[in-house]
């Protein structure tokens, strides 16, 4: 053990964690699940096994009956809290250890006196109504999400990460309905309508990973490499069947190949199922056994572009990384919840990176993680990776593009500082040794310090404890026409001195050649040795590789050759520092970034890279261009990128394009060539359009013209899936044309009901608050900012961000931005979390009252 290691021991010995204090006073019965009481519980409850049945009616608003046993171990007895979050009323019959006790009740918790409990093992049976909110009940199908603390809304137990159990479940279902959970199913007894369903006990789990779903599904098997593998899904378009199911099945085989031969751990759990539901929260979610995922990014049709296939594969390899890292190995406490995203989407990125070829790879890793980390870390509400959690109920404020993006990055970054084959081997050990098992971020960084010589601590402390990034900085001096002096500095961008150590590359440029250094970045100025007596390039491209993290300088000569920069990767890292220096107020206005991007529309032939410059031509047209400045281009931008679209051979290519004409157009031309478009349903020459894009082409021309229902009634005559009829009809009173109409779906959003389906919710509130709708829609402002701490309570881990996100995004008026810094000065005391997140999702708005007016 090196020298750094043993202090590094002795350090977290000193500052861990508060799991291993002891409490000496009596902990406060409060709601939630606060980090003493699950400190409490972790210290004296053990060997835990739940047994659960749900009977579950046609009907979707009867109650659901159901009920539970536990049996648990004590080392000590304790004044006993059993999660539970519902109305006492849920609560029907409590009994310990064979006898019924008085049902006590108080802030979410049902109690248990310690005369009713023994040393050694217990058992406790309750009959209860299961609440409804996290199996999020349909008409013919249900599923249980309970992640992070949601499973105490719908059962008794103990809802914390690091008190795994097993759970022994048993369904009773309409018998058209099928089921789906973590472990095996073991036999079926039909009854009448219904069949009850019981399956075998589940491998150990915690109790945010326990998850099934019932309903009217489709179930699909195959056999992968011996490995039996099942599939639910709700799909009805033959065509997108015929197209994805095999390779569904294949992604999960190589990502499960790819896993068991890098950690060196054999697939962990007992069985392979996965279940497609329509318009699920997220993208999907890990649970052993019965990984949910959201329709629309497993179902792709004929027209979906490379980038989608793409994603499909990276979400299926993150969710099947989970089960190593994560589901295997859980964080001990949620403040630790990014260990398990960072390792999944770290992970997922290495799956891709074999598939796909090293330099796909890195150009997906530079888009798809650099511009969301940014999109945080510059802002004022900017979090660290490692956050501070008090209490589990604010567990799902801590998710956010920080731990998805930034982590990775971040863990790249290790890598590359340990060697690949150091890190692999520490993370072998750490999988190895907590097993089945919790660990925290401090364990496994003990175990990469044995296999590294750097001084972890330090570098854990600036990349995973501090939030923001380093503007960098360079000099360059000449002798004659030879480099005498190249060197860069780095300085935190909120003004802080810190340093983070990090390596990417430097690109000279010359008429017939280029040179590239390698950048080590571990202090404030780095000196660039290498360049020393080289010849004066024509121009400098700085992070040329894309690897390095922060806001880097730009040479107006390299802006000025962009599009002559062969390499994909270089060109996108460029595309991106021009966006990050516009929004700091550096080299370009958005109008004059604008007219840069423009050109490239039809010059650039990579797909993701086109992908990535519409995004931000789009963004800089919405957001970061007054009315009358939009209203002087808008003829000419339409042209430049319809021309475009005309010249580019690739069918993605030509599609991505056609969705940004169709984002920006104004004008009543346009307007009429795409509403022939979609009437006659005919594409462009070289355009591949589908049912999906017809919808999503009515919603654009229902924004945009004043014959909105007829549209949109025509566009539901013509879609034949009732999940994706429904989903039409929810969307349609935010188009209205009728101001009062669209009032009246803003208010209804109060209801909690009617915010059930969070995919729909953030869809209709970015319709609603469309550019062309703020002048009513910023009526909405004020008490959509009041709901944020209900819509935190109720909804699912990512709904605050995306409700804040769909709501400011396109903002840029001096209105809204009083609107917002009005409510965070009337709140002095407003949860520091969502104050963050209004910060974050508030930054380009405020940052387009200085670069905009």
């Not at 202090?7 to 699940?33: D, H, I, M, R």
């Not at 014959?707 to 013509?718: F, M, S, V, Y």
Request: contains cysteine; positive net charge; glycine residues 4%.
């Amino acid at each position: 053990m090196n020298t750094i290691t043993k202090y590094f021991c002795f350090f977290l010995l000193w500052s861990t964690t508060c799991f291993a204090q002891q409490n000496t006073k009596p902990l406060a019965v409060e709601p939630g699940v606060s980090l003493a009481l699950a400190s409490s519980r972790s210290e004296t409850i053990s060997n835990i096994q739940y047994k659960l049945h749900f009977t579950v009616p046609v009907e979707q608003t009867a109650s659901i009956q159901s009920t539970e046993s536990i049996d648990f171990k004590l080392n000590k007895l304790i004044y006993l809290r059993v999660d539970f979050k519902q109305n006492a009323d849920h609560i029907k019959r409590v009994s310990v250890n064979g006898k019924i006790i008085p049902i006590d009740f108080k802030a979410e918790h049902i109690l248990v006196k310690q005369a009713y409990l023994k040393v050694g093992n217990n058992h406790i049976e309750i009959e209860f109504i299961a609440g409804n909110e996290s199996l999020n009940r349909n008409k013919d199908f249900l599923y249980a999400l309970f992640v992070p603390d949601h499973a105490r809304t719908v059962f008794p137990c103990f809802d914390q990460p690091d008190l795994k159990a097993n759970f022994l479940l048993s369904l009773t279902v309409p018998t058209d309905w099928k089921v789906m959970a973590n472990a095996v199913k073991k036999d079926s007894l039909l009854q009448g309508n219904f069949t009850t369903y019981h399956f075998h006990n589940s491998d150990k789990l915690p109790t945010y990973l326990f998850s099934f779903t019932a309903g009217k599904y489709t179930y699909i098997n195959r056999k992968m490499k011996g490995r039996e593998m099942g599939f639910l899904h709700r799909e009805t378009d033959s065509a997108k069947i015929k197209l994805s199911v095999d390779s569904v099945f294949i992604a999960h085989r190589d990502a499960i190949d790819f896993l068991e031969d890098w950690t060196s751990i054999k697939y962990p759990f007992q069985k392979v199922g996965f279940v497609s539901i329509p318009d699920f929260q997220f993208g999907g979610m890990e649970h052993p056994g019965e990984v949910q995922y959201k329709a629309s990014a497993l179902f792709l049709d004929q027209g979906a572009t490379k980038d989608q296939f793409i994603s499909r594969s990276n979400l299926i390899s993150h969710e099947t990384a989970h089960m190593w890292f994560g589901d295997l190995v859980t964080m001990k406490w949620f403040n630790d919840v990014w260990m398990k995203e960072v390792f999944a989407n770290f992970m997922a990125d290495k799956v891709t990176e074999k598939l796909m070829g090293k330099s796909t790879f890195d150009l997906k890793f530079l888009q798809d993680h650099y511009p969301a980390a940014y999109g945080v870390d510059r802002t004022l509400g900017a979090n660290p990776i490692r956050q501070q959690l008090d209490n589990l109920q604010e567990a799902g404020s801590m998710y956010g593009n920080i731990i998805y993006h930034k982590a990775p990055i971040m863990m790249r970054q290790l890598e590359l500082l340990m060697g690949k084959q150091n890190f692999q081997e520490g993370i072998r050990e750490y999988l190895k040794k907590y097993s089945y098992s919790n660990a925290t971020w401090n364990d496994l960084i003990a175990i990469l310090s044995k296999y590294s010589k750097s001084d972890l601590i330090s570098w854990n402390k600036v990349w995973v404890n501090e939030p923001g990034r380093p503007v960098f900085s360079y000099d360059i001096k000449y002798n004659g026409y030879k480099i005498s002096d190249l060197s860069l500095n780095q300085s935190s961008e909120m003004g802080q001195q810190r340093v983070w150590p990090q390596s990417f590359t430097v690109k000279l440029v010359y008429p017939t050649e280029s040179k590239i250094l390698v950048v080590n970045a571990k202090l404030a100025k780095t000196d660039l040795i290498e360049a020393k007596g080289l010849p004066k390039p024509q121009y400098i491209l700085f992070n040329a590789n894309g690897a390095g993290y922060g806001l880097f300088p730009i040479d107006q000569k390299m802006m000025n050759n962009l599009y002559d920069l062969a390499d994909p990767l270089e060109r996108a890292s460029a595309y991106i520092n021009a966006y990050e220096n516009m929004l700091s107020g550096q080299n370009y206005k958005p109008d004059e970034l604008l007219t840069v991007l423009l050109k490239g529309v039809a010059m650039e032939k990579n797909e993701m890279n086109l992908r990535l410059l519409t995004g931000y031509i789009t963004n800089i047209y919405w957001t970061f261009l007054t009315t009358e400045k939009r209203t002087s281009i808008y003829l000419a931008t339409e042209k430049v990128i319809w021309d475009a679209m005309e010249q580019q051979q690739m069918q993605n290519n030509k599609k991505i394009l056609f969705n940004a004409y169709q984002n920006v157009y104004l004008s009543a031309e346009a307007g009429k060539r795409l509403y022939d478009i979609w009437l006659k349903q005919s594409a462009p020459n070289g355009v591949k359009l589908l049912e999906d894009d017809y919808s999503s082409l009515a919603l654009t021309l229902a924004l945009k013209t004043d014959t909105a229902n007829t549209i949109l009634k025509e566009q539901l005559a013509r879609t034949k899936n009732d999940d994706r009829k429904n989903r039409l009809i929810y969307l349609m009173p935010a188009l209205s044309l009728d101001v009062k109409e669209r009032d009246s779906f803003f208010n209804s959003l109060k209801d909690r009901k009617n915010r059930q389906k969070e995919a729909w919710v953030t869809i209709a509130l970015s319709y609603l608050h469309h550019p062309l709708r703020q002048s009513t829609s910023v009526q909405y402002l004020d008490e959509s900012l009041d709901l944020l701490t209900e819509i935190q309570k109720t909804g699912d881990i990512f709904f605050p961000q995306s409700w804040l996100a769909s709501i400011f995004s396109s903002y840029n008026s001096e209105k809204a931005n009083t609107v917002v810094q009005d409510f965070l000065k009337s709140h002095p005391n407003y949860n520091p979390k969502l104050k963050d997140k209004i910060l974050q999702t508030t930054d380009n708005l405020r940052r387009a009252q200085i670069i905009v007016h």
